[in-house]
């Protein structure tokens, strides 16, 4: 080769080199563009942002704030305001881990076309913020906020704009109820139950529910009381039907006339802590074709599906609920809610027992009171521990309230003597009903249905006593 041949492939040997060497060093330019900040590059206090939309998955939102929040696609739509406050909530400090100054490709990225496009203005300023591709490396998305550059959020704003509209209703609430003063039921049910705070006609200081019946208040089961305002207060009231229900869909619901309507008046707290009298209406109906195939019937049988509604009040919004929260709200009943035990007292006051079986008399007296009471067959002292099983065992079968006088052979009579003031008795006797079940009669008055074998463990814990 030439000696002026190999000058010019020196020459281009030297030149690739130097081109090599800018290129690297202007790479390492751009990568010494991309710093790890952990800064907050965006702070917009959510209380003065005036305008809210954004585009994600072929769909799109907009609201604006009157007042309150109002959805520009519905003005009707109820727009749960803490709702919008909590996606914006992120832009007030909003950061980022890893920050790309001047971007040469958006696109890689996935910030030439974003999956989710946001804007928010307050009244001085706009504000678009464009969702990128999500870094499975760094498990963060690549986020636009429009000053040129692209960050590696340190949350991703698509956990809370992956939302639907219905997600974003301000739907009613069940108010926190505090004391219950009454509870009224119009419809498949109709009286009231109040709240005694002394326990009132009762031989249990914990019974402070009472149900008119008749010429005298029933005390109800607290726990059951309880237990049934318990299902209202957590009824899920977010499935709805509509937010702005017509008289025709009100009627398709069947809350034109509804089956059951629950009052609830209650006292509470308002927003200074001081007590505030407050009153909750729910209205409940089960489909009105469902209703009609069954006979008009409330409830169902067996596994069967149920389409049912409420309404709070006279909100406009409808909502359906489950089979198990209707059945739930529709057992309202005083037989519901009542005591399904057989004693109307608690074992711990009873002081003597007057027993009538198969023509002979036996009394079980006692010594000593409360749970330290030991009780007497004669001058032996018992273990009465069967004899109180088998007697507050007792308790009504399912639908075994019952008005039926007895036609039937008595199979055993107690006379039950309570250590309580004036020292009441409460007598009650289990006649034979058929092959399953015996009726128990208290104080005079057919009460309930009881299992046929509660009556014979009954009947065996006594004759263990005075056959002895």
């Known amino acids: 080769?030439?000696?002026?041949?190999?000058?010019?492939?020196?020459?281009?040997?030297?030149?690739?080199?130097?081109?090599?060497?800018?290129?690297?060093?202007?790479?390492?330019?751009?990568?010494e563009q991309i710093q790890a900040t952990g800064e907050i590059v965006l702070e917009v206090p959510s209380e003065e942002v005036e305008s809210l939309s954004w585009e994600y998955d072929g769909q799109s939102f907009s609201f604006h704030k009157d007042g309150s929040w109002i959805y520009d696609g519905d003005q009707a739509f109820p727009v749960d305001g803490e709702k919008i406050a909590g996606l914006l909530e992120q832009f007030q400090s909003f950061g980022a881990a890893f920050t790309i100054q001047e971007p040469e490709d958006l696109g890689q990225y996935g910030l030439d076309d974003p999956i989710c496009t946001i804007s928010f203005s307050t009244v001085e300023e706009s504000y678009t913020i464009s969702l990128g591709d999500y870094s499975t490396m760094d498990a963060q998305r690549y986020v636009?906020?429009?000053?040129?550059?692209?960050?590696?959020?340190?949350?991703?704003p698509l956990e809370e704009f992956d939302a639907e509209l219905s997600d974003l209703i301000a739907h009613d609430q069940v108010p926190d109820f505090g004391q219950v003063t009454q509870i009224a039921?119009?419809?498949?049910?109709?009286?009231?139950?109040?709240?005694?705070?002394?326990?009132?006609?009762?031989?249990?200081?914990?019974?402070?529910?009472?149900?008119?019946?008749?010429?005298?208040?029933?005390?109800?089961?607290?726990?059951?009381?309880?237990?049934?305002?318990?299902?209202?207060?957590?009824?899920?009231?977010?499935?709805?039907?509509?937010?702005?229900?017509?008289?025709?869909?009100?009627?398709?619901?069947?809350?034109?006339?509804?089956?059951?309507?629950?009052t609830v008046d209650y006292t509470g707290e308002d927003g200074d802590g001081e007590d505030a009298a407050g009153t909750f209406t729910l209205h409940v109906s089960r489909d009105p074709e469902e209703r009609a195939a069954a006979g008009g019937e409330s409830g169902s049988e067996g596994e069967e599906e149920i389409t049912a509604y409420a309404r709070v009040g006279e909100s406009p919004i409808l909502y359906r609920i489950s089979s198990g929260e209707y059945e739930a709200l529709m057992a309202a009943s005083r037989d519901d809610l009542r005591h399904q035990e057989v004693l109307p007292a608690e074992f711990e006051d009873v002081s003597r027992i007057d027993v009538s079986l198969e023509g002979a008399e036996y009394a079980i007296t006692s010594q000593g009171e409360g749970e330290d009471r030991t009780f007497y067959y004669g001058e032996e002292a018992l273990d009465i521990s069967d004899l109180r099983t088998a007697l507050t065992a007792l308790k009504a079968e399912e639908d075994g309230f019952t008005d039926e006088q007895p036609s039937e052979r008595e199979e055993i009579r107690l006379t039950v003597h309570l250590d309580l003031e004036?020292?009441?008795?409460?007598?009650?006797?289990?006649?034979?009903?058929?092959?399953?079940?015996?009726?128990?009669?208290?104080?005079?008055?057919?009460?309930?249905?009881?299992?046929?074998?509660?009556?014979v463990d009954l009947i065996e814990s006594v004759n263990a006593i005075v056959l002895n």
């Open 1 to 31: 080769m030439k000696r002026s041949e190999r000058l010019y492939v020196l020459l281009g040997v030297l030149a690739a080199a130097c081109a090599v060497t800018f290129g690297v060093s202007r790479y390492q330019e751009h990568k």
């Open 185 to 262: 039921f119009s419809g498949a049910e109709d009286y009231a139950i109040s709240y005694q705070e002394n326990g009132g006609d009762s031989y249990r200081a914990e019974d402070v529910y009472f149900a008119e019946d008749g010429g005298g208040a029933l005390p109800l089961d607290t726990s059951r009381v309880e237990d049934y305002l318990y299902d209202l207060r957590y009824l899920g009231l977010t499935d709805y039907v509509t937010y702005d229900a017509t008289e025709e869909e009100i009627r398709a619901c069947g809350l034109d006339d509804p089956e059951l309507t629950i």
């Open 422 to 455: 004036g020292s009441p008795t409460v007598s009650i006797v289990l006649y034979r009903y058929d092959g399953s079940s015996c009726l128990a009669v208290v104080d005079g008055a057919p009460l309930c249905l009881v299992s046929r074998s509660s009556a």
């Open 144 to 156: 636009s906020i429009g000053d040129g550059n692209v960050y590696l959020a340190a949350h991703d």
